[in-house]
């Protein structure tokens, strides 16, 4: 299956296309996107997911894909781009909460991230890809955020607190 036309579907289950090797997805104007739904699926390459009312973990973790267009208003639940390669850059502005480890071992080299929010623990742990970042809008800023990772230049808040572990290396 490469193609799915998913507007009649009002609810799915966690995984549904873990490692499947789906291309295209056409989604209803709002739903949920479960747990690990585009797992390590290695042909989904563009995906709009702009109808997503909340997004569960780990929803493109190991995946092959290249563009997300995310909604206007959605909560990560963590792990989110985790282990993605191809992944380059992200705009997370519409983010009400940013989730663990969202990028953990991710080649992330480019994300607009939201004007408030928390930093959650790992967010960029072993990002080798990533080079500068602006954190200047966190609030809070957790463990490990930068640990093992390539960061060159971090913009940060005008006062926080260094957290455990955050540039590890």
Known sequence: LKSI??????????????????????????????????KDTKSLVSIDISGAKTIGKGVFYGSHVEFVKMPTSYALEG???????NLASIDLSGATRLGEGDFI???????????NYNLPDY??????????VDISNANDIGAGVFAFSNIENI??????KLSEGMLQY
């Open 5 to 38: 036309d998913l507007t009649n579907v009002t609810s799915f289950d966690d995984g549904a296309f873990i490692n499947s090797g789906i291309e295209s997805v056409i989604f209803a104007k709002k739903y949920d996107l479960p747990d690990d739904f585009f």
């Open 155 to 160: 913009v940060f808040p005008k006062q926080f």
């Open 123 to 132: 967010y960029f742990m072993k990002t080798r890809a990533l080079k500068s």
């Open 105 to 115: 071992e991710s080649s992330i080299e480019k994300v607009v991230l939201p004007k």
């Open 79 to 85: 792990y989110t781009f985790a282990k993605t390669n």
